[in-house]
Antibody, heavy 121, light 108 residues
Framework: QVQLQESGPGLVKPSGTLSLTCAVS?????????WTWVRQAPGKGLEWIGE???????SYNPSLRSRVIISMDKSKNEFSLNLSSVTAADTAIYYC??????????????WGQGTLVMVSS | EIVLTQSPGTLSLSPGERATLSCRAS???????LTWYQQKPGQAPRLLIY???RRATGIPDRFSGSGSGADFTLTISRLEPEDFAVYYC?????????FGQGTKVEIK
């Protein structure tokens, strides 16, 4: 059973760059899945950030596209999120997730536990 | 983008009762692309239902989904203590993929 684990700094200064990594274990990142980042501001709902396929295909939320980069390191079986020019509005729990092999018809069937990132000076 | 509106915002029910949660979209999309998640405090969301009505692995049959077009429903036939949580719908019909704001099912 695949497991996902986020890691990265829990505190980022305003105007800085938020960088997180999602380590995938129990399965290869080169399978037929899209690998995704979702965030949740404190006490709020879920927001899709973007996703990547092992072929290099990418898709980002237009609301964040100018600031987001998602990348993948197949040798380490992990993928990453970089969000630049952060503000307090980017304070959230960040989740990595796997889109099932069914793709858009299957939903996110595996999630990391989430990591809280606060943007503060 | 497709906006999903969930209602009610909070549902106060007792164990054993039936819960009916609504998810309405700002525009229609294929029912193949509607998903439901359950989230408990301090936990990541968990996949419940995909393709509007298909239960994910390990999800009990008291959970069911229905709907089409722009109107979808999650039904919990008889609430168990572990079902009290927040439920989110999500659409994959048109990018960006969006979530509803959630319905909290709380113990009455």
């Amino acid at each position: 059973q695949v497991q996902l684990q986020e890691s990265g700094p829990g505190l980022v200064k305003p105007s800085g760059t938020l960088s997180l990594t999602c380590a995938v274990s129990g399965g290869s990142i080169t399978t037929s899945n899209w690998w995704t980042w979702v965030r949740q501001a404190p006490g709020k709902g879920l927001e899709w950030i973007g996703e990547m396929y092992h072929s290099g295909s990418l898709s980002y939320n237009p609301s964040l596209r100018s600031r987001v980069i998602i990348s993948m390191d197949k040798s380490k079986n992990e993928f990453s999120l970089n969000l630049s020019s952060v503000t307090a509005a980017d304070t959230a729990i960040y989740y990595c997730a796997r889109l099932s092999v069914g793709g858009r018809e299957g939903g996110y069937d595996s999630w990391g536990q989430g990591t809280l990132v606060m943007v503060s000076s | 983008e497709i906006v999903l509106t969930q209602s009610p915002g909070t549902l106060s029910l007792s164990p054993g009762e039936r819960a009916t949660l609504s998810c309405r979209a700002s525009q229609s999309f294929s029912s193949a692309f509607l998903t439901w998640y359950q989230q408990k405090p301090g936990q990541a969301p968990r996949l419940l239902i995909y393709g509007t009505s298909r239960r994910a692995t390990g999800i009990p049959d008291r959970f069911s989904g229905s709907g089409s077009g722009a109107d979808f429903t999650l039904t919990i036939s008889r609430l168990e203590p572990e079902d009290f949580a927040v439920y989110y719908c999500q659409q994959f019909g048109t990018s960006p993929w969006t979530f509803g704001q959630g319905t909290k099912v709380e113990i009455k």
